[in-house]
Nanobody, 127 residues
Framework: QVRPVESGGGSVEAGGSLRLACAAS????????MAWFREAPGKEREGVAA????????LFADSVKGRFSMSRDNAKSTLYLQMNRLEPEDTAMYYC????????????????????WGQGTQVTVSS
């Protein structure tokens, strides 16, 4: 059973940084897929970043390129999302999603891609 659990959200001023963590028990293979999504009030869920659990192919949304990065601690089955130069537009609930391989897709699409989702962690950026 794969159970992503997010942590690390909070409130920061614009220009600040946060690091989110996704501990995903059951994600053990290098070709499993993991991703970060976010959802702001009144907006559709948006893909932020995605990667293989073992590294390799990595995707970032255009809106976060150059500001967000990902890293992994495979011993802890944990994926991190480092968010720098945060903007008020980054305010949202952030979700970790996962899929087990082989054949899972590293994608920023949420529909019919990742069967496992966490409960989310709130990020609030004030101007």
């Amino acid at each position: 059973q794969v159970r992503p659990v997010e942590s690390g959200g909070g409130s920061v001023e614009a220009g600040g940084s946060l690091r989110l963590a996704c501990a995903a028990s059951g994600i053990t293979a290098s070709r499993d897929c993991m991703a970060w999504f976010r959802e702001a009030p009144g907006k559709e869920r948006e893909g932020v970043a995605a990667t293989y659990a073992g590294g390799g192919r990595t995707l970032f949304a255009d809106s976060v390129k150059g500001r967000f990065s990902m890293s992994r601690d495979n011993a802890k089955s944990t994926l991190y999302l480092q968010m720098n130069r945060l903007e008020p537009e980054d305010t949202a609930m952030y979700y970790c999603a996962a899929a087990t391989g082989p054949g899972c897709l590293v994608t920023l699409r949420a529909e019919n891609t990742y069967p496992y989702w966490g409960q989310g962690t709130q990020v609030t950026v004030s101007s």
